[in-house]
């Protein structure tokens, strides 16, 4: 990301920043940080090597380059102390930036912008804004002890959330497919749905998020009625409805609390230290209330994308791409507090407990973490990838295939092995859909044609998904 921080596939469909990793090689790395070591006092070959370690997530690395750079190496440096959760540097480099900054300069940061890009802002005063966010985190990072943590696929990591039963559970955008009308979607501006849709113990509640035109994303619920059908979905929130501002565009990955009135969720925007942060709002009678961010160690410079507790089996899960591997997701299960207790301020390395450096040095000697993950691996998860089942299909008539071996004939297994593989295909697709979307509104317009091929090879993609599934039902059922 050149000038973006690091998205994974389904976040924030078209905000854009200045910070973060792209998609650079390490022969790309390499080649700028050998041209800069061969012409040391080149400023435009050190900035060019500050980039591209930034760029790679290598920031105390780049820091060194960028001092010897002209005036945006400043920028730069800031970014990079940003990254370091070294906030007193950030703002002291920032500063100096600002002191010089020319009107080139001026006129580039201020092309930052959320959304569509219809509204832009400069970059360095929303840069400040989370470099303070940051500072005021660092004062109050929770005190949580982490059991485990596993990097799966980006694409289906919510599929690897065990919960209990009572907790809900988390499916794909189909399930949404299933329950309401493509009018009543029309009718809501919605153009694309998004993973995973939260549904609640009794499956008679179903938490979701889809995204208009522009990109922005709006939150949903839709629930069953007393004849097996489902009403029409009631419009929950869009960021400028529960933040009160139109200084965001993404609220996505919702999972409500067995009380019905507690909501976790994931949004972008300056209430945000990275893209998307980790919130919590609480339902009144008049709807959701204003959220507020759950701070550190959960939210980070990067993705944070999902977090739930199982109040049954006393564990807490939640998702980030702060580890920066490519196409993955760091799960982290945790052991929830009742009450919050923060870290004091004068702890020893509080910024290696903030980023989650280590996960042993949130353990004490009392617990015996191993009884812990055995639990945790006992937990029955239908549509967990490390459960006992494959996948999720439902045929007429309510019966729920789950692996190969449950399908009656060698014909409909190949039939189901083709499906499951054009879903893949499918998902990866608007996986990319979002990155040219990303890469449109940082004005890319080269990715204008290219999202409109994609979007129409998406729609044959998902004829051919329907078709595959009618083949499947078809076989199994003669």
């Known amino acids: 990301m050149d000038i973006s921080f690091r998205h994974i596939i389904f976040s924030c469909i078209a905000c854009t920043t200045v910070l973060g990793a792209t998609a650079i090689t390490p022969a790309e790395v390499s080649k700028a940080v050998s041209l800069a070591r061969e ?62 900054r020319s009107k080139a300069e001026e006129s580039r940061d201020n092309k930052f912008s959320y959304g569509d890009g219809s509204e832009t802002a400069d970059w360095t005063d929303d840069l400040r804004k989370r470099i303070d966010l940051g500072r005021s985190m660092l004062d109050r990072v929770e005190k949580i002890e982490i059991v485990d943590s596993i990097n799966v696929p980006a694409e289906s990591f919510y599929k690897f959330f065990k919960l209990a039963k009572s907790a809900g559970s988390f499916g794909d955008e189909m399930e949404i497919e299933k329950v309401v009308k493509a009018e009543t979607l029309k009718q809501s501006g919605i153009v694309s749905l998004w993973s995973p849709v939260f549904t609640t113990e009794t499956g008679d509640d179903m938490i979701w998020y889809g995204s208009a035109e522009n990109g922005n994303s709006k939150m949903f619920e839709s629930s069953r009625l007393t004849d097996g059908s489902w009403d029409k979905p009631v419009a929950l929130f869009d960021y400028a409805g529960i933040f009160g501002d139109n200084n965001g565009s993404w609220v996505s990955y919702p999972f409500l609390m067995s009380d019905g009135v507690t909501l976790y969720f994931a949004a972008d925007g300056d209430n945000s230290l990275g893209e998307l942060d980790i919130f919590i709002s609480r339902r009144d009678n008049d709807g959701f209330l204003q959220p507020s961010n759950i701070g550190m160690p959960y939210n980070s410079p990067y993705n944070d994308y999902l977090y739930a507790i199982d109040e049954e089996n006393k564990l807490g899960w939640w998702a980030t791409d702060r580890n920066q591997l490519k196409d993955s997701v760091t799960i982290y299960t945790f052991i929830p507090q009742e009450l919050r207790v923060n870290y004091p301020t004068d702890t020893p390395n509080l910024t290696d407990y903030a980023m989650v450096k280590s996960i042993a040095m949130t353990q004490d000697g009392d617990t015996d973490y191993d009884v812990i993950r055995a639990r945790i691996a006992s937990i029955s998860n239908d549509k967990g990838e490390n459960g006992s089942t494959n996948f999720v299909f439902g045929l007429p008539g309510g019966r729920i295939i789950t692996s190969m071996n449950q399908l009656s004939n060698n014909r409909a297994a190949m039939a189901m092995k083709e499906y499951l593989n054009t879903k893949d295909s499918y998902e990866k697709m608007k996986a990319d859909l979002v990155k040219l979307r990303q890469a449109y509104a940082r004005r890319d317009k080269s990715a204008g044609n290219r999202i409109l091929s994609l979007e129409k090879d998406l729609e044959v993609k998902k004829a051919e998904m329907l078709r595959l599934k009618n083949r499947v039902v078809k076989l199994e059922q003669k």
């Open 39 to 100: 012409s040391p006092k080149n400023r435009t070959l050190n900035r060019n090597a500050g980039d591209a370690l930034k760029d790679a997530g290598q920031f105390k690395d780049a820091i060194s380059y960028y001092l010897k750079a002209d005036n945006s190496g400043n920028l730069g440096a800031a970014e990079c102390y940003f990254y370091l959760y070294e906030y007193d540097k950030a703002d002291e480099y920032l500063d100096k930036y600002l002191e010089k």
